[in-house]
């Protein structure tokens, strides 16, 4: 089945430093989606790539969709507490035109930031 | 905001019991998921569902489970005997269609087989 990997797997970082993740693949995907999961709540949105090579901002949040569609990254720039979670990667290849596939989930990077 | 709602939040069943776990999608969408998560491990396709019936299920699907929509609102997974390893969250999500924008996912049921 299809892999996406994650790394780092783990990020401890002080408060007000950027941060770097990416999401590699075993195949490809035409819609990678990034995803933030609190303690005890469902993965929750972020970023939504359609393109490959597409750079897509939300407020301190960067994510590109890479050219050869089998991977991707998320910047996070002067983090802040609240930013604590779990980060997850999702891919989404879409056959049809009416867009139900499954989301294919990485295995997640949780950051920590240190007081 | 739109929301999924999923009930309840947390269920403690005997293994070889029945559970029901329940979902109201938002009210516009068309397509339904389950989705499950190990502690500690990442999320993990179950089925997905549109028009009545599963349009998509994981080799984790197998006839223990089972999906239904009752009526116009509610979404519900049924896993028939539980197994230990059945313990996880389980997620529910909707969406209206292509792109992810719209792919929403519930809170979560914590389901804990002793």
């Known amino acids: 089945g299809q892999q996406l990997n994650q790394s780092p797997q783990s990020m401890f970082i002080q408060e007000g430093e950027d941060v770097s993740m990416n999401c590699t693949s075993s195949?490809?995907?035409?819609?990678w989606l990034w995803y933030k999961q609190d303690p005890g709540e469902g993965p929750v949105l972020l970023i939504a790539?359609?393109?490959?090579?597409e750079l897509t901002s939300n407020g301190r949040l960067t994510a590109q969709f890479g050219i050869t569609r089998k991977d991707s990254f998320l910047n996070i720039s002067a983090s802040i507490p609240s930013d604590v979670g779990i980060y997850f990667c999702?891919?989404?290849?879409?056959?049809?035109?009416?867009?139900?596939?499954?989301?294919?989930f990485g295995t997640g990077t949780r950051l920590t930031i240190i007081p | 905001e739109p929301e999924v709602t999923q009930t309840p939040s947390h269920q403690v069943t005997q293994m070889g019991q029945e559970v029901i776990l329940r979902c109201v999608p938002i009210?516009?969408?068309?397509?339904f998921y389950w989705y499950r998560q190990i502690l500690g491990q990442k999320v993990e396709f179950l089925v997905s569902?549109?028009?009545?019936?599963?349009?998509?299920k994981s080799e984790i699907f197998d006839d223990q489970f089972s999906v239904e929509r009752p009526d116009g609102s509610n979404f519900t997974l049924k896993i028939r005997s539980t197994k230990l390893e059945d313990s996880a969250m389980y997620f529910c999500?909707?969406?209206?269609?292509?792109?992810?924008?719209?792919?929403?996912f519930g809170s979560g049921t914590r389901l804990t087989v002793v």
């Open positions: 790539l359609y393109k490959a090579g």
């Open positions: 195949s490809i995907f035409n819609t």
């Open positions: 009210s516009n969408h068309l397509y």
């Open positions: 999500a909707s969406s209206g269609g292509r792109g992810g924008y719209g792919y929403t």
């Open positions: 569902f549109y028009n009545n019936e599963i349009s998509e």
């Open positions: 999702a891919g989404r290849f879409e056959r049809s035109n009416f867009g139900n596939e499954k989301l294919t």
